[in-house]
Each structure stands twice: as structure tokens, then as C-alpha cells.
């Protein structure tokens, strides 16, 4: 089945800065790809999501970057906030449905202010 | 914003005995799934369901059945818990159309098998 890798799997930054996530696939025919954001005790939310038909998108300090040649694709928060600690994962479809996820094991950001 | 409910919110279970987490969902979604989760492996997939009647299996399975009585409810099953099943598990229900196929989660369920 499809396999994605997610890291690092700690990230501490200071407030102000940017963090970013990486995250590689093995399945050529994954064609999405969201992000979740957990706090503690919390359910995952999703945060923003890009398609196969694209290569970048943005939502206000996230930027989502999708590279299908190298099957790699990468969460950039920028000018980070306290409220950005919590942990993030990671998906990719599998196969070409939308429907099932394979999620990395998650990245647990820290922003020091 | 969608809503999908889960119970019991916390379990405690012995080992060998049966357990059923519930899920239901209103927001008229086809899809519902069963993940757990456990610190260092993220979202694991268990069970997964396209429409009421019909369940499908997921990456990790064993230990578990799952049943989808109707669109909006689906439940978890461990017949003969053991203490590896010790972990939180969420619920989360999508569509099927492209665009509108984000999935939201429950508020999970803790579960501990002594």
C-alpha cells in the first residue's frame, strides 16, 4: 500500500520564523494531498490541501508545495505564532481515489516566543 | 462545520472482553472510516465504508470488525481486546466528490485495555 514519510518529526522554531515540513510518497498515482492539524486532546483538523493538478497553493501563512516528479511535498508556515504549536500530518490519497488516506506519522511543531 | 460524534469518549476494557466504539455522523456523507492512533505512528487506518451494509478493510485490520448499519452510523469492534489495542481512535466521515471530500474527524475515543 501506499507509504508516506513525514519529517522531522520534532520542530522547534522561534516565534516570527518560518517551520516546514516535508513529506514523500510512493504512489504515482496519488493525486491528493491535505494537511491536518492536531492539538492536544484535540481531533485533526484539516489546515489546507493541494491536487495533483497543481504545484503550489496558499491559505494566508500556509503554503503547500507539490512536487509529483520527485513525489514529494512540503507545508511552509511562515511568520509562526504561538498558536502554531500542535502537531501536523501529513496525507496522500491512495491510488487515484480521494477516499483513502495514508497518513505520515506527524511532525510536533513547537513555536518558542 | 461538518459533525461527526463518537462514543464513548473514554473506555476502560479487560482484556479478553468485547468492545464496541459508535460513530455517527449528520452531515449526510457517504464514507466514514476508523483509524487509531498511538504517539510515533500517527493515523492508521482499520476499517473503512463506501455505504451502509458494506465495510471494507483497511492497513491494519486484524483484531477488528467494523459494521455500517446505515449512512450514518459505523462502529468499531474488538471482540477479545488485548492490551495492544491500548490507544485513541477516531472516526471521520467525507464525500465522494472531488473538491468536497475533506475528511472530518470525531473527537476520538480513548480506549484502555488493562
Known amino acids: 500500500g501506499e507509504q508516506v514519510e513525514q519529517l522531522p518529526s520534532i520542530l522547534r522554531v522561534q516565534e516570527g520564523s518560518s517551520a516546514s515540513i516535508n513529506c514523500s510518497y510512493e504512489?504515482?498515482?496519488?493525486?491528493?494531498f491535505p494537511w491536518y492539524k492536531q492539538e492536544p486532546g484535540e481531533n485533526p483538523k484539516l489546515i489546507i490541501d493541494?491536487?495533483?493538478?497543481?504545484e503550489r497553493k496558499q491559505i494566508q501563512e500556509l503554503i503547500v508545495l507539490l512536487d509529483k516528479k520527485a513525489k514529494r511535498f512540503s507545508l511552509h508556515i511562515t511568520d509562526t505564532q504561538p498558536g502554531d504549536s500542535a502537531m501536523y500530518f501529513c496525507?496522500?490519497?491512495?491510488?487515484?481515489?480521494?477516499?483513502?488516506?495514508?497518513f505520515g506519522k506527524g511532525t510536533k511543531l513547537s513555536v518558542k516566543s | 462545520e461538518a459533525a461527526v460524534t463518537q462514543s464513548p469518549r473514554s473506555k476502560v476494557a479487560v482484556t479478553g472482553g468485547k468492545v464496541t466504539l459508535s460513530c455517527h455522523q449528520t452531515n449526510n456523507h457517504d464514507y466514514m472510516y476508523w483509524y487509531r492512533q498511538d504517539t510515533g505512528h500517527g493515523l492508521r487506518l482499520i476499517h473503512y465504508s463506501y455505504v451502509a451494509d458494506s465495510t471494507e478493510k483497511g492497513d491494519i485490520p486484524d483484531g477488528y470488525k467494523a459494521s455500517r448499519p446505515s449512512q450514518e452510523n459505523f462502529s468499531l469492534i474488538l471482540e477479545l481486546a488485548s492490551l495492544s489495542q491500548t490507544a485513541v481512535y477516531f472516526c471521520a466521515s467525507s464525500a465522494p466528490r472531488v473538491d468536497q471530500d475533506t475528511q472530518y474527524f470525531g473527537p476520538g475515543t480513548r480506549l484502555l485495555v488493562l
Open positions: 504512489d504515482s498515482a496519488s493525486n491528493y
Open positions: 496525507a496522500a490519497s491512495v491510488g487515484g481515489s480521494n477516499a483513502k488516506l495514508t
Open positions: 493541494i491536487r495533483s493538478n497543481m
